[in-house]
């Protein structure tokens, strides 16, 4: 939602919920850069929040997500900063931008910094872990060699630093009020609402929402934004579908339907966007399944002292909207700002404190690294290792059938010999 563009399918809050409450942090950058970042989110978020905003003006911010990734980069000091964010507007000399401006942005510019993430992102991945093996064999052995990001990342923090990116995580965690997903707290004054719903009325929400988005005029949108910012990148080889706005669910999915409209037969045509629309539905309601994992391991799980109040709030019944959901949220809230405890309680899941959240083994039967006890424990029940754990059985089985039978034979001849008759 921070770039410009594509209202719909990002799924920005319309102009009218704007006018009912002042937003922030909606549509401000270039669809053509493609290298901002959770770090460039959050140094712009912070001083909205903190300095001449919000705060100031006796306000309470709601962050609303989302990506609950860059939520926990905004509530937790997580990230690792190697650069100071370029400003690109200034204020007069020794006073803050007026709280009805937004004041100047730290943007992403092109630089070294982001070329050099860019080249190594370029790189072959096992190359790319391999020199993270030399300079940070600690964080290699938490990354996964496919998961180039982190790994061009782990490489880039140790490149401008000269600190191997595992050290510095290490000088976070033991701050006062850090654990092992990071450093303190740095909102105390917080607390959580989770709206969550049963996952089959979850599911059948998320389809209907995209058809309201084709039915608000989704294609056309596709077509301009395709037209304005993405026909000539694929005319020159350069799409990039992992970076920036691009990498938006529901853009790529119709990649092919966009590329090939006008130039392929109508049916064809009605088939692609067809196979678009599925998949749009399809990887939608995967991403609200990682969200709420996301909550699940890093809020509600979270191990330490310094983890705000999570409340979960029961919205699989819009029907019962007021009693669910807007009532208790208010009497929360209201609760949070009085100092009060609230009538509800909020959300607990015990966390295993001996649970190693990046362990590394590899599963020869499936020619897989996995990374983190929980997820060798899903790989070890999944389908997938399963069905090679059967497979092998079955051939170890046939194997020793065969042993057996030849040593039957072996016997048998044998006993025919042992019959003759001896001179």
Sequence with gaps: QVYKG??????????????????????FVDPLVSNYTVVDFRDRAVPLISLHAIFARDKIPIVVGGTNYYIEA????????????????????????????????????????????????????????????????????????HDKRKVARSLQVFEETGIPHSELLHRQ????????????????QSCILWLHAEQAALDQRLEKRVDDMLAAGLLEELRDFHRRYNREKVAENRQDYQHGIFQSIGFKEFHEYLVSEGTCSPETSALLLQKGIQALKQVTKRYARRQNKWVRNRFLRRPGPNVPPVYGLEVSDLLRWEEDVLKPALEIVESFIQGREPPAEPVRMEYDVNENKRSHRVCELCDRIIIGDREWAAHTRSKSHLHHLKKRRRLESAGRAAETEGDSGGAETSGEDSGLSLP
């Design 6 to 27: 594509l209202d719909i399918i990002t799924n920005k809050a319309s102009p009218r919920e704007q006018r009912l409450c002042r937003h922030h942090m909606i549509s």
């Design 173 to 188: 965690q033991q701050e006062e009020g850090g654990g092992p997903l990071g450093g303190p707290l740095k909102y105390p």
């Design 74 to 145: 905004l509530l937790w000091k997580v990230l690792v900063d190697t650069t100071v964010p370029r400003r690109v507007s200034a204020v007069t000399p020794g006073r803050l931008a007026p709280p009805e401006k937004d004041g100047p942005v730290p943007v992403p510019v092109p630089g070294p910094a982001a070329d050099r993430k860019a080249e190594l992102e370029r790189m072959d991945g096992v190359e790319l872990h391999r020199r993270l093996s030399r300079v940070d064999p600690e964080m290699a052995a938490r990354l996964h060699p």
